[in-house]
């Protein structure tokens, strides 16, 4: 994605790849900028079972995964079901997570009806399925948010960052010596929960710098792999 904000040139490039220019505000208008959900092969595999069974069934199932958002799991509720429809718990409890799963990604990046669609479109469900289960999203992801905000700690985050660099230029005692040069940092963080700002001082040299940069920037490509998003999602 390209800009240039003088002559307001933006190049922005679809989920088809095909690349617009729009030369003014008004061309943004036509482009809707779309998100969806990709679902990885074990919750799409787990969610096919719903393809085999009644819509009342799948209402039920769509409560369940409600109760499992708000309180977790329940395994009673695994067996009573399948009991019920004659399979194995672990059927029923892998259902129950995948659309958990659907329902809080989707519910977290607050995506409408037609995104919401679109994330179904890999598991090639009847129309009459996806649109009860975009009808229980729409329903509940105002709750799921509510809950999602009550289940993730109010961390400090970023605000701001000021910095300075200090070199002594001259010294007399250290004629001829290098005089390592000097980064003073204020680091300004905001409370997730009260919203109250806080300064931080920091001092550090260009070498300790450039090693915390190194360890974020693999920290950040750690976070990105399949392993880590696997664990993320166990964990949600």
């Not at 300790?208 to 964990?235: G, V, Y």
Request: hydrophobic share 40%.
């Amino acid at each position: 994605m390209t800009h240039q904000f003088q002559n307001f040139y933006l190049f922005v490039t679809d989920l088809d790849n095909t690349t617009f220019l729009c030369t003014s505000s008004s061309d943004l208008i036509s482009i809707h900028i779309k998100m969806i959900i990709v679902l990885d092969s074990h919750h799409t595999e787990d969610l096919q079972f719903l393809k085999t069974v009644e819509n009342d069934v799948i209402r039920e199932f769509c409560n369940i995964s409600l109760e499992f958002i708000r309180k977790g799991d329940n395994k009673k509720l695994y067996i009573a079901a399948s009991k019920k429809l004659n399979v194995s718990p672990d059927v029923i409890e892998n259902v129950v997570k995948g659309l958990s799963h659907l329902f809080v990604e989707c519910s977290r990046f607050m995506l409408n009806d037609a995104d919401f669609k679109d994330s179904l479109s890999i598991l090639k469900f009847e129309n009459e399925l996806v649109d009860l289960l975009k009808e229980v999203y729409l329903e509940q992801r105002n709750e799921i948010r509510i809950i999602l905000q009550e289940l993730y700690p109010h961390f400090d985050h970023y605000s701001n960052l000021e910095w300075r660099l200090d070199v002594q230029v001259a010294n007399r005692s250290l004629r001829g010596q290098t005089i390592n040069p000097i980064y003073l940092l204020k680091l300004t963080t905001q409370s997730g929960g009260t919203q109250e700002k806080k300064e931080h001082i920091l001092q550090t040299d260009p070498n300790n710098l450039k090693h915390l940069c190194n360890e974020l920037e693999a920290a950040l490509m750690e976070i990105r792999s399949n392993d880590c998003r696997r664990i993320m999602r166990n964990i949600k």
